[in-house]
């Protein structure tokens, strides 16, 4: 049996509530979901947000199996909540979600390819940071302390904690904004 019906049976057996396949389901589909969440959200809200994802094609009647393309499903429920979640921390979201609007029209292994390129230049330009923006960044942004935890965790002031984030966010968006305009 090739990949393609082997995954369709698997979701006409997840839409019948079998648990067995929902497990494999979830064995075949988590690290896909968890890195899409790892894009935007702490490793603690990473975790919840793809059990999350998880829970909620189990719960409701979703009907996995009439979806034209999975991954691409996936990847729009999972923005959506990791969303949900920037948004009841009052992290302003927009410019995000402009970008993964764009990558949502993406449907080829190319532009898939592309896409996980820029992942990849983002995070050299996270490793190209000066240290302590990078530190600082890393501890706010990716760890999910509040500035004035990081500012203690560091030994500087608050104001130097949001200014190297800033200056990080500038500097990624910067990489962002190269590569976004080759996609078309």
Known sequence: MNK?????????????????????????????????????????????????????????????????????????ITKNKCLNVLRKKKINVTNIETILNDYQTLATPFEDLIFREIEEKINQA?????????????????????TREAAQKLSISEKTVEKHTRNAKKALWATLKRYQYNWY
């Open 4 to 76: 393609r019906n082997y995954i369709k049976e698997l979701l006409l057996k997840v839409d019948s509530k079998e648990y067995s396949a929902f497990k494999e389901f979830f064995d075949l589909y988590y690290n896909s979901v968890m890195q899409v969440a790892l894009l935007f959200c702490t490793n603690e809200d990473a975790e919840e947000v793809t059990n999350d994802v998880f829970l909620q094609i189990w719960d409701r009647d979703i009907q996995l199996h009439t979806k034209n393309n999975l991954n691409n499903f996936l990847f729009v």
């Open 126 to 146: 996270i490793e190209n940071l000066p240290p302590k923006c990078k530190e600082a960044y890393m501890l706010v942004k990716v760890d999910g302390l509040k």
